[in-house]
């Protein structure tokens, strides 16, 4: 069966440090990635979503930024955190005409 | 994109049935209805998944009217754990899910 684990699960971050999140997926070959985001209380926004190794497509501006190194590790980043930054952050996976699996997330806080 | 519409809470009592309707008039002809779960500092978990009539699965009951407007989750019997936040979506299937539009949800609270 297939699993999707992210990691660290809560994270506290200073203001203008670097972020590195990474979820990787197991069970299947060459699924569809997301990273979704979720501030208190709302729904989800989607931020990025991959289709193949190296194809990323970005939904918001933002300070963020995803790769795609491997089939089934996506990875998140900055460069320099803002306190907007903070919120719920989530992997998903899918295949097409499938619905999508998420992980269980990673709280992210910035002081 | 189909926007989907839910009430924001529910309050229901273990044992009884709860259902939650989710509006969605601008339902394009290729999408499906997919309701997700979501427990405090998780992730969504798929429940049920439609496109016309009525599916069941071990968990739940979805039903679609034939204009598909419109759709329900039945949660039969719930207990305390149910409670949570439940996720109406239109899932474009044609594409790669790109477009999901995740709302409030509607936040159920089962009271023992």
């Known amino acids: 069966s297939q699993t999707i684990h992210q990691w660290p699960a809560t994270l506290v971050q200073p203001v203008g440090s670097p972020l590195s999140l990474e979820c990787t997926v197991e069970g299947t070959s060459n699924p569809n990635l997301y990273w979704y985001r979720q501030a208190a209380g709302r729904g989800l926004q989607l931020l990025f979503y991959s289709v193949g190794i190296g194809q990323i497509s970005s939904e918001v501006p933002q300070n963020l930024s995803a790769s795609r190194p491997q089939d089934r590790q996506f990875i998140l980043s900055s460069k320099k955190l803002l306190l907007s930054d903070s919120g719920f952050y989530l992997c998903?996976?899918?295949?097409?005409?499938?619905?999508?699996?998420f992980g269980d997330g990673t709280r992210l806080s910035i002081l | 994109l189909a926007k989907t519409t839910q009430p924001i809470s529910m309050d229901s009592y273990e044992g009884q049935e709860v259902n939650i309707t989710c509006s969605h008039n601008?339902?394009?002809?290729?999408?499906?209805i997919t309701w997700y779960q979501q427990f405090p500092s998780q992730g969504p978990r798929f429940i049920i998944q439609?496109?016309?009539t009525k599916v069941t699965n071990e968990v739940a009951s979805l039903f679609i009217p034939a204009d598909r407007k419109s759709s329900t989750l039945s949660l039969p019997r719930v207990s305390l754990s149910d409670t949570a936040v439940y996720y109406c979506l239109v899932d474009p299937q044609d594409n790669y899910g790109q477009n999901f539009v995740f709302g409030p949800g509607t936040r159920l609270s089962v009271l023992p």
């Open positions: 601008n339902i394009a002809t290729n999408d499906y």
């Open positions: 439609g496109y016309k």
């Open positions: 998903a996976w899918s295949h097409t005409d499938l619905p999508q699996h």
